[in-house]
């Protein structure tokens, strides 16, 4: 099992940046693919991004391409979303996930292919 904690979230005007992180207990790391979703009010949890065991491989939602950067260092127990150019429509909270079924360059796109979530941080954008 692994417990997840997320950290960076706050407040940022439209078109700054933020970076978040979720640190990961244990010493297996390294086996997960993991993923950032996000909720907002009154809306249904969506994919933001994912990343596969080894960080060679990685998928994200449309809408945030070319704005938000997943990676991970596995030696440090962490996986990161930069996130650049936000929108008042990026507020959220944003969780991390692990899935513990990944395999080779697996990057899942639905919040049912994750086994451990963390409790989330909260990101504002005002414009």
């Known amino acids: 099992q692994v417990q997840l904690v997320e950290s960076g979230g706050g407040l940022v005007q439209a078109g700054g940046s933020l970076r978040l992180s979720c640190a990961a207990s244990g010493r297996t790391f390294s086996i997960y693919g993991m993923g950032w979703f996000r909720q907002a009010p009154g809306k249904e949890r969506e994919f933001v991004a994912a990343?596969?065991?080894?960080?060679?491989?990685?998928r994200y939602a449309d809408s945030m391409k070319g704005r938000f950067t997943i990676s991970r260092d596995n030696a440090k127990n962490t996986v990161y979303l930069q996130m650049n150019s936000l929108k008042p429509e990026d507020t959220a909270v944003y969780y991390c996930?692990?899935?513990?079924?990944?395999?080779?360059?697996?990057?899942?796109?639905?919040?049912?292919?994750?086994?451990?979530w963390g409790q989330g941080t909260q990101v504002t954008v005002t414009s």
């Open positions: 990343i596969s065991r080894n960080g060679g491989n990685t």
């Open positions: 996930a692990a899935d513990r079924a990944s395999y080779g360059l697996r990057v899942g796109a639905t919040a049912r292919e994750y086994d451990y």
